[in-house]
C-alpha cells in the first residue's frame, strides 16, 4: 500500500539533523533557526534528557511545548534553564572542553567544512546579500568537539571559495592546520546535512565526503547542486524521509508559527521502505 507525504524540504533538513542527536551529549546551538528547532524536536521525540546551550548564555533550558512563538532572547526560551550566564562564559565552556556538538546553519559551505554566514557578493562593503553574521558561529566552530551544519542542497552554497570565512572548518585541509591556528585539537566539522544528502568528512584528507541520500535522489543529483565534487562513501547510507509524528511535533509544537520550517515543498509517494519523487518545487527564499 502506498502512502502520499508532502514536507518542506527545510523539514527533511531539521528531522535528519534532530535524529543525529544522542541524549548524553550536550550541544551548541544559535538562539534560534532551523538548528535550535532541530534540537528541540530531539528532545521532545528521541532524547527527552538532551541538554542544550544557546549562545545567549541560557544553560540546559526545559523548553515548554508548545514553543513559544519567539525562541530568540524570550523568557519562555529559557525556562528553568540550569543557570542564565553570557556569551563569554559559554564558550570559554566550549573551549575548556565541556560541550560535545555545535548545531550551526550556514550560507556558503567549501569542501573543507569552512562556511560563511556573513555575505555572499564581490565585496563586504558591497555585498549582493548581507546576512546577521557568525554572531557565536565562530566560537561555536572553533571550540566545540564537532559540528554539526544544516544548509540547502544548492550550487550557491557549496563552493569553491566562499565569499567569506566566518567560521573555521578544516582551514586548508593540512594535517594540523586548526591547531596551528590555535583551535582545540581533534576538534572540527563532523556533518553538514542537506534536504538531499549528509555528508561527513575524509579523516586523512578532510575533504567533505558524501555519506547519505535522501531515497529519491541520487550521486548526479547531489553534484550536480556543487561547484566541487566531493568524496563519495564507500556504501551510501539511505536517509528516512519526516515522519508523520516529526511532522505533527514540528509543526504543532516546536515551531507554530511556521517561520523555521517553510521552504519547497516536496511531494513523495511511500511504498514501505521506497520513496518515488512526485513533486518538488525547485527554489526557496532566504538563506
Given at each position: 500500500?502506498?502512502?502520499?507525504?508532502?514536507?518542506?524540504?527545510?523539514?527533511?533538513?531539521?528531522?535528519?539533523?534532530?535524529?543525529?542527536?544522542?541524549?548524553?551529549?550536550?550541544?551548541?546551538?544559535?538562539?534560534?533557526?532551523?538548528?535550535?528547532?532541530?534540537?528541540?524536536?530531539?528532545?521532545?521525540?528521541?532524547?527527552?534528557?538532551?541538554?542544550?546551550?544557546?549562545?545567549?548564555?541560557?544553560?540546559?533550558?526545559?523548553?515548554?511545548?508548545?514553543?513559544?512563538?519567539?525562541?530568540?532572547?524570550?523568557?519562555?526560551?529559557?525556562?528553568?534553564?540550569?543557570?542564565?550566564?553570557?556569551?563569554?562564559?559559554?564558550?570559554?565552556?566550549?573551549?575548556?572542553?565541556y560541550i560535545d556538538y555545535g548545531v550551526?546553519?550556514?550560507?556558503?559551505?567549501?569542501e573543507y567544512g569552512n562556511f560563511n554566514?556573513?555575505?555572499?557578493?564581490?565585496?563586504?562593503?558591497?555585498?549582493?546579500?548581507?546576512?546577521?553574521?557568525?554572531?557565536?558561529?565562530?566560537?561555536?566552530?572553533?571550540?566545540?568537539?564537532?559540528?554539526?551544519?544544516?544548509?540547502?542542497?544548492?550550487?550557491?552554497?557549496?563552493?569553491?571559495?566562499?565569499?567569506?570565512?566566518?567560521?573555521?572548518?578544516?582551514?586548508?585541509?593540512?594535517?594540523?592546520?586548526?591547531?596551528?591556528?590555535?583551535?582545540?585539537?581533534?576538534?572540527?566539522?563532523?556533518?553538514?546535512?542537506?534536504?538531499?544528502?549528509?555528508?561527513?568528512?575524509?579523516?586523512?584528507?578532510?575533504?567533505?565526503?558524501?555519506?547519505?541520500?535522501?531515497?529519491?535522489?541520487?550521486?548526479?543529483?547531489?553534484?550536480?547542486?556543487?561547484?566541487?565534487?566531493?568524496?563519495?562513501?564507500?556504501?551510501?547510507?539511505?536517509?528516512?524521509?519526516?515522519?508523520?509524528?516529526?511532522?505533527?511535533?514540528?509543526?504543532?509544537?516546536?515551531?507554530?508559527?511556521?517561520?523555521?520550517?517553510?521552504?519547497?515543498?516536496?511531494?513523495?509517494?511511500?511504498?514501505?521502505?521506497?520513496?518515488?519523487?512526485?513533486?518538488?518545487?525547485?527554489?526557496?527564499?532566504?538563506?
Open positions: 500500500m502506498t502512502e502520499t507525504r508532502t514536507f518542506t524540504d527545510m523539514e527533511q533538513i531539521i528531522t535528519t539533523s534532530s535524529r543525529l542527536m544522542d541524549g548524553d551529549k550536550l550541544y551548541f546551538t544559535a538562539i534560534g533557526g532551523p538548528p535550535l528547532v532541530a534540537v528541540l524536536l530531539a528532545k521532545r521525540l528521541r532524547a527527552p534528557e538532551l541538554a542544550y546551550i544557546v549562545e545567549d548564555g541560557t544553560i540546559a533550558p526545559q523548553v515548554s511545548l508548545p514553543a513559544p512563538p519567539f525562541l530568540i532572547a524570550a523568557s519562555g526560551a529559557s525556562y528553568r534553564a540550569a543557570a542564565w550566564a553570557d556569551m563569554n562564559t559559554v564558550s570559554f565552556h566550549a573551549g575548556l572542553g550551526l546553519a550556514a550560507v556558503q559551505v567549501d554566514s556573513t555575505f555572499v557578493g564581490p565585496a563586504y562593503e558591497r555585498p549582493a546579500r548581507r546576512f546577521g553574521g557568525p554572531g557565536g558561529a565562530n566560537e561555536i566552530a572553533s571550540l566545540c568537539w564537532r559540528t554539526i551544519l544544516m544548509t540547502r542542497q544548492q550550487g550557491r552554497k557549496f563552493v569553491k571559495k566562499l565569499d567569506f570565512m566566518s567560521s573555521p572548518g578544516f582551514l586548508d585541509g593540512s594535517a594540523g592546520a586548526r591547531e596551528r591556528a590555535g583551535l582545540p585539537a581533534d576538534t572540527g566539522p563532523w556533518r553538514v546535512v542537506t534536504e538531499m544528502a549528509v555528508f561527513d568528512f575524509d579523516e586523512e584528507t578532510r575533504r567533505i565526503r558524501l555519506k547519505a541520500l535522501a531515497p529519491w535522489a541520487t550521486v548526479d543529483d547531489v553534484i550536480a547542486e556543487m561547484e566541487f565534487e566531493p568524496m563519495i562513501g564507500p556504501s551510501l547510507e539511505s536517509i528516512e524521509v519526516p515522519s508523520e509524528e516529526e511532522l505533527s511535533v514540528l509543526r504543532a509544537e516546536v515551531d507554530t508559527t511556521g517561520r523555521t520550517v517553510r521552504g519547497c515543498w516536496i511531494t513523495v509517494e511511500l511504498d514501505g521502505e521506497n520513496a518515488r519523487l512526485v513533486e518538488q518545487e525547485t527554489s526557496a527564499e532566504g538563506a
